[in-house]
């Protein structure tokens, strides 16, 4: 496993994604080098593992990076990724024929051996197809990687307006990435949904990729990666298998065609030799395919009564394991940190008893990159006067507030002409949070906002609001305060 740099947890997203993405590519630079030496066995594996994990956390992250890794780049990477699988797929069929061979009878070897003279050529011009593609497009993607990534992390907040920390940001996604392999696991419901099995696999194999990246610094990682690896290994074996099972099919009914044909070329000859027949039926490779098909079919019924057993006893522990990564995260959070929702409303909802409300003048002063704003709440208490500066948009939000004095506030505020609204918000308990409902006063718009405890907590609309909620708005410029000042 990659060394990842250490320290990054309270780092914003895309300068950690930078940090990694570097990580990986030198290692996949340093595989690509012993690749070229031609002496590690090892080496083609490395460096197509290091592309799977760099463009694994590219995918994860691609919210906080996507304003400079184009979608022509992703597709370079994926390319590359994949320009080796053809031959690796050949490859696992030869090491499973041979590592079987002694369970065949001498008549069955005859077949195992004529499928394995066939996949050799295949194997050899697949894997010089391959190499021929990393060598010449590896060195340009290499440099496009490193200069995108380092291009995000200078500009970390011109992506999609959500910019977290590196901590909430991997607690988001180890969050969802868990909860879709629950999923994905129920999902399987039989040894032939082969689909659904590969789909779990991806989503493990993500997942533990994400988790290996805090597993120097978070020490309930490590359990759930072993957890992780074992559940990989039995999908991946369980995967080989259904491949092997389609590949040896095909080749026995090519088998079966090749002996009929020899017979029947044979037969034209008019000639009975009985010495030629019994030739042929030597020659036969369709015993040793079909035996090996059984074989393969076996394998796959104990791979999966594996899985079954994996589903009913680690996958508690599993997500048990990732329960206290993900509290181990969120203690990484920055204090002044805002998280929250918005919802387009059609109408006012029917709000419960319980409900409070204020009116509220909002002005922004003059600014570009750093806004202040001001606002007075008038309530039931009396007026009361705040200065605030937000950083960034979308779901999490660093927000710094202090209270202020009618004076500082009067002072102020005429120099927020043309940057106003108003507005009255009600203020409805719900559980654990509270609901918002602002009702502009200055134009036709009702919006509701709830503020959540960390990016990853789910949102439940209550039954008064149900009816009124057009849609969630969250991190959309036009809904944003500011944007909507006159």
């Not at 009878?105 to 194997?123: I, N, S, Y």
């Not at 994400?210 to 039995?234: F, G, H, M, W, Y």
Request: aromatic share 6%.
């Amino acid at each position: 496993m990659p060394k990842y740099p250490k320290g990054l947890l309270e780092h914003a997203a895309a300068v950690a994604v930078e940090a990694i993405g570097g990580t990986l590519v030198d290692e996949a630079v340093a595989a690509r080098a012993r690749l070229e030496a031609g002496s590690d066995e090892e080496a083609l594996h490395d460096f197509r593992v290091a592309l799977r994990r760099l463009r694994s956390v590219m995918q994860a992250f691609r919210p906080y990076i996507d304003h400079q890794v184009t979608k022509q780049l992703r597709r370079r990477l994926r390319d590359l990724a994949r320009a080796t699988n053809a031959a690796r797929d050949t490859e696992v069929q030869i090491i499973w024929v041979e590592e079987r061979r002694d369970q065949l009878t001498p008549m069955e070897r005859v077949g195992a051996k004529w499928f394995l003279d066939q996949l050799a050529e295949k194997c050899e011009q697949e894997y010089d197809a391959g190499l021929q593609a990393i060598d010449r497009r590896f060195p340009k993607t290499d440099r496009r990687v490193r200069r995108s990534l380092h291009a995000a992390a200078a500009d970390p907040e011109g992506g999609s307006g959500e910019h977290p920390n590196y901590a909430l940001a991997l607690e988001a996604l180890i969050r969802d990435h868990t909860s879709t392999l629950e999923q994905r696991l129920l999902a399987v419901g039989g040894p032939v949904d082969e689909a659904a099995a590969h789909a779990t696999r991806i989503s493990a194999k993500r997942l533990r990729y994400l988790l290996e990246l805090v597993e120097r610094e978070v020490k309930p990682a490590r359990k759930a990666i072993t957890s992780l690896k074992n559940l990989q290994d039995i999908l991946g074996d369980l995967h080989d298998a259904q491949v092997v099972i389609g590949e040896f099919g095909a080749a026995c009914e090519l088998a079966a065609a090749e002996n009929a044909r020899r017979l029947s070329e044979l037969g034209k000859a008019g000639r009975r030799n009985d010495r030629e027949r019994r030739r042929i039926r030597r020659r036969n490779a369709t015993p040793g395919m079909l035996a090996l098909v059984q074989l393969c079919r076996d394998v796959h019924d104990q791979l999966f009564e594996q899985f079954q057993r994996w589903r009913q006893s680690a996958w508690p522990e599993l997500a048990e394991n990732s329960e206290r990564v993900l509290a181990d995260l969120r203690t990484h959070a920055p204090t002044d940190l805002e998280v929250e929702r918005k919802y387009l409303l059609t109408k006012l909802p029917d709000m419960p008893e319980g409900t409070s409300s204020a009116d509220v003048d909002q002005g922004w002063l003059p600014g570009t990159r750093l806004v202040e704003r001001l606002r007075r709440v008038k309530s039931e208490e009396g007026e009361k006067y705040y200065r605030t500066i937000k950083a960034g948009s979308g779901l999490t939000r660093i927000e710094v507030e202090e209270e202020a004095s009618a004076e500082v506030f009067e002072h102020l505020w005429p120099l927020t002409e043309g940057r106003r609204v108003r507005k009255r918000r009600h203020y409805v308990p719900d559980e654990d949070v509270t609901w918002e409902i602002d009702e502009f006063l200055d134009r036709e718009l009702w919006l509701a906002e709830v503020e959540l405890a960390s990016p990853s907590m789910p949102v439940t609309i209550p039954g008064w609001l149900e009816a009124a909620v057009e849609r969630e708005v969250t991190g959309e410029p036009e809904y944003v305060n500011v944007n909507l000042a006159q």
